[in-house]
């Protein structure tokens, strides 16, 4: 029983990282930018709701007061930095650079604020568990599932129903057309990106609500999340859910045949292989 | 004296691995964030090779160089097949694979305890264990990396190298061969990185993968960008200057509580500020 | 840069001030520190830096050293070996420090040989890797290492709890991996069984994963060494519902651990290191953050530190490295938190076995040092 034990784990882990390729596969698809400052608002994220939490908001109120803090610091980094580096004309490593110094920043206001050590949110219900079909789940793990799978179906929804989204898609597949045809991109790419921070929220919340924060915790997150949005192809944000689940089910299940330090290793070995044979990914548009 | 041997030594040895990460990413174009697995390679080899064998100093650096040569090229060949931020991402990918492998594979590196009491370099019959004996080896280590990289850049094959960067397809439509040129420049960062690598080894006499990771490589971009990208010059003031940071920012007194915070925070400031403000580094090319 | 030519000055004065013992009374002393004070590790560094701070907060208060101050010089090494070893030269070059206290296993390993040329005494207080013990004659553990501790532990849960077999969750560092080898060794040696063991990378906080694959091999115990992120795992440990019993070292005293009721039950060794409550609560005033047991232990290393020192000022011999380790070896044992003997390099402490109960961490067994 224990593969299906590791099974259900990495599903629900899987939901999470989700999330964070979404959001990410939203950012990038759009701006192009490889925005490792991700990793700083998906930790401020948690930080900020832990801390409405502890000023007596209640739990709902205080995801949400995290979910706006959060649009609004990717708005901000997209017009205070992203934007004057492009009117500059950056170069991929100068903004790749700059994103990292954001990313250092981020994590260290949070460090010097919060302590780096390991918060707990220490809810009384997320600690329940339900046993569901023979396995034992915590209600943090339940939720995360639902909240995951709604932020898949949300996402699909405004990238393909709404006015906005198209006009996200438009920008993202032709930005010179965009431009002729008056879509003011740089309007897009302050929304997309606010869009995406405040997506990132959630896991960056919800995470840490069963696991503990931490200040460094976004970084490794991020790259698996970013690999996931790869392999599944730029712009699909299908494929990056999908893959992220994937990539978090064969991590869970390596276990079965071999040890656990190993199972990072293999992970971004296949994909390096991966790369040399699908550079664009398998759901490609 | 031995505290400013110490910091010269390690710069210069970053400076040879600094110009090997100039020569992929500011000249031929390649954005590789693993140098430092290639660095660590070098550094275990030889440490291994001196540790476990009869093989001394001067043959172990050369066994290390060669097989860095190797690896690098076969590492940037993803480049060949996928291009920008794929292969960012690829290389972030074997960056942390080689982490991985540094730190799990206990018996031939130690694992993540670490390979304490590497030998010094023995030359000429001179055990060289003092910081002030060991500068001549990394001076003339750095000297001959400087004087290749300063040869290259002003050869024919430099110019190539610069040309690929601007435009891969005219260039393959001259006629040249874009891949023996690509592979050619990763098989020299290759020796660099494995060269700088055999001597951190023996310099520091103990190594363990903190030194090689993710944040190492990153380092090493922000050495190369913010002396300047592919200049001469600036391969050689980016690592003296981000060096010495951590140790000048340890003179701002500030209270212990949020010190650790404030000095990291002023590293990533300092960063942006650089890529707003003066994107081409120190003494660099506009990037 | 008048802040270096003072030090340049000082490291002159220095060699004089022995030689004329009076006119140096007002210098004060100047010894180093170099602990990862940026980065992840920086959460243990700075703990560790505030110990240290404390006790010269208290040694100046005093009046210091036969009416000389006590400075510390702090050097961040970010927990990396080339920047230990350029703070470890820096401090003794420039500075001219006789001492340096430390932390971390592979910076501690780094600068090791450097102490051994240069004759600086090396005080490593907080880091247990057994590789340690035999790294320099100038570098000496006022903690001792997993090695004697886990010995005890692993004696215990065999004998008086009766745990014939277990599972090993180590961190993968260097302090993890010397644990999980330690009690193997001494746990299959008194006659138990190793019946699966994972590693966890340091700050991971996901157990989930490799907990349900340990608690697949039904063990009667789990072996748990992890410096950080112990909290998380009892929460995590109640949610899959697993049968065996939780037993680690010393690392478990983290009183969030202790308050926290998913931890009940839990068994582990706990080197000695008790501070009055007074203590605890100025300690808690000056900084804010409790009085746990990094800077507990660094306090008490600095203390034994500057016990060494007043001995040779009252001999009148000179403040050297060779000097500080020949009067710490002279006077052998220190009562300061706790009773340390040093028959070695590394200290000897009394080891206690603890259990977490309604949210306290109860003493069931006391092993006193060797003297």
């Known amino acids: 029983m224990l593969w299906l034990h590791l099974l259900v784990n ?167 057309l965009a431009e002729i045809t008056r879509l003011n991109p740089r309007d897009v790419h302050v929304v997309v990106v606010a869009l995406g921070s405040a997506i990132v929220c959630l896991p960056g919340a919800l995470v840490p609500l069963d696991l503990g924060l931490q200040p460094f915790g976004g970084v490794p997150m991020l790259l698996t999340a970013t690999i996931a949005m790869i392999a599944g192809g730029v712009g699909s944000i299908s494929g990056a859910f999908v893959l992220a689940v994937a990539i978090a089910v064969l991590q869970n299940l390596s276990l079965l045949v071999m040890p656990g330090e190993w199972s990072i290793g293999v992970t971004f070995f296949v994909f390096v292989i991966f790369m040399l044979f699908r550079p664009r990914g398998l759901f490609a548009t | 004296m031995d505290f400013f041997y110490s910091y010269i030594a390690l710069a210069e040895i970053y400076v040879l691995l600094g110009l090997s990460t100039n020569l992929l990413v500011g000249i031929v174009g390649i954005f590789s964030v693993s140098q430092a697995a290639i660095f660590g390679v070098g550094a275990y080899v030889v440490a291994y090779l001196l540790m476990n064998t009869a093989v001394p100093f001067l043959p172990a650096l050369l066994a290390a160089a060669a097989l860095c040569v190797a690896l690098n090229i076969l590492v940037t060949l993803p480049s060949l097949r996928v291009s920008g931020d794929y292969f960012v991402v690829t290389s972030f990918g074997i960056q942390l694979l080689a982490t991985a492998i540094f730190t799990n594979w ?16 023995l030359i000429f019959g001179q055990e060289l264990i003092e910081p002030g004996a060991f500068l001549g080896l990394a001076t003339a280590g ?102 010495a940071l951590p140790q000048a920012l340890a003179l701002i007194d500030l209270p212990t509580s949020v010190a650790a915070a404030a000095r990291q925070l002023i590293y990533g400031v300092l960063l942006i500020v650089f890529m707003l403000f003066r994107p081409q580094g120190l003494l660099g090319e506009k990037l | 840069m008048a802040r270096n030519r003072r030090f340049w000055l000082a490291g002159a004065l220095a060699g004089a001030c022995v030689a004329l013992g009076a006119a140096a009374q007002a210098q004060p002393i100047r010894l180093g520190a170099v602990l990862p004070l940026t980065g992840p590790a920086a959460v243990v560094g700075s703990q560790e830096q505030r110990g240290i701070q404390f006790a010269l907060l208290h040694a100046n208060a ?66 247990q890797a057994d590789p340690l013990a035999k790294a320099s004659p100038y570098l000496v553990n006022t903690i001792p290492v997993l090695a004697g501790e886990l010995e005890v532990l692993a004696n215990y849960v065999l004998h008086d709890a009766g745990k014939k077999t277990a599972a090993i969750l180590f961190e993968n560092d260097a302090a993890g991996i010397s644990g999980r080898d330690d009690f193997a060794a001494s746990y299959t040696a008194a006659g138990g069984k190793i019946v699966a063991q994972e590693p966890i990378a340091f700050g991971d906080t996901n157990y989930r994963p490799v907990l349900l694959k340990l608690a697949a091999a039904q063990p009667d115990m789990l072996f748990v060494i992890l410096t950080a992120g112990v909290s998380p795992l ?138």
């Open chain 2, 142 to 243: 750095m000297a001959l990396g400087c004087l290749g990289f300063w040869l290259i850049m002003r050869a024919p094959f430099g110019r190539l190298l610069r040309a690929i960067r601007e435009d891969e397809l005219a260039v393959a439509a001259l006629g040249k061969s874009v891949l023996r040129a690509k592979v050619s420049a990763a098989a020299l960062a290759g020796a660099f990185a494995g060269t700088a690598g055999g001597l951190y080894a023996t310099f520091l006499s103990f190594i363990d993968p903190s030194s090689f990771d993710l944040d190492a490589s990153i380092l090493l971009l922000a050495m190369v960008v913010v002396g300047g990208a592919r200049t001469l010059a600036g391969s050689i003031i980016g690592p003296f200057v981000l060096l």
């Open chain 3, 234 to 371: 009892a929460d995590q440990i109640r949610q899959i519902d697993a049968k065996f019993t939780v037993v680690g070292n010393t690392f478990f005293s983290d009183p969030e651990v202790v308050a926290n009721p998913n931890a009940e039950g839990w068994i582990h060794s706990q080197v000695l290191i008790n501070a009055p409550d007074s203590l605890a609560a100025e300690f808690k005033k000056t900084y804010g953050t409790e009085f746990d047991f990094f800077p507990k232990q660094y306090y008490n290393a600095t203390n034994i530190v500057l016990a060494c020192v007043e001995r040779l000022l009252k001999e009148g011999k000179p403040l050297t490295g060779e000097n500080l380790r020949a009067a710490l070896f002279a006077i052998k044992t220190f009562d300061g938190l706790t009773r340390v003997v040093f028959n070695n390099n590394t200290a000897d402490t009394q080891v206690n076995i603890n259990r977490m109960q309604a949210k306290t961490d109860a003493i069931i067994k006391v092993i006193p040092p060797k003297q």
């Open chain 1, 10 to 176: 990495g599903l629900v882990s899987g939901c999470a990282l989700g999330m964070v390729a979404v959001s990410f596969s939203l950012i990038f698809a759009t701006t192009k930018i490889f925005h490792v400052a991700h990793a700083g608002v998906y930790s401020m994220g948690g930080y900020l709701t832990w801390s409405a939490l502890r000023h007596g908001a209640p739990e709902p109120l205080a995801l949400l007061i995290g979910i706006v803090a959060c649009g609004l610091l990717g708005a901000l980094i997209q017009k205070l930095l992203y934007e004057r580096l492009a009117r500059s004309g950056a170069t991929h490593l100068v903004v790749l650079i700059a994103s990292l110094g954001a990313s250092a920043v981020l994590q260290n206001i949070i460090a010097g604020v919060y302590t780096s050590n390991v918060l707990r949110f220490a809810l009384p219900w997320a600690d329940r568990t339900v046993p569901i079909g023979g396995v034992l789940l915590s209600m943090t793990q339940i939720v995360t599932v639902g909240i995951g799978l709604a932020t898949y179906a949300g996402v699909m929804w405004f990238a393909h129903r709404t006015g906005l989204g198209k006009r996200m898609r438009a920008v993202a597949s032709n930005p010179f």
């Open chain 2, 106 to 121: 206990t018996a031939g590196t130690g694992g993540a305890a670490g390979l304490p009491g590497v030998p010094a370099p």
């Open chain 3, 62 to 127: 005093k009046g210091g050293i036969a009416g000389r101050q006590i400075e510390m010089l702090f050097e961040d090494n970010q927990a990396k070996p080339d920047q230990s070893v350029l703070s470890f030269n820096k401090l003794v070059d420039l500075q001219g420090v006789p001492a340096v206290i430390t932390g971390f296993s592979g910076p501690t390993l780094a600068m090791a040989p450097l102490a051994t040329r240069k004759k600086v005494l090396l005080v490593n207080g907080g880091a």
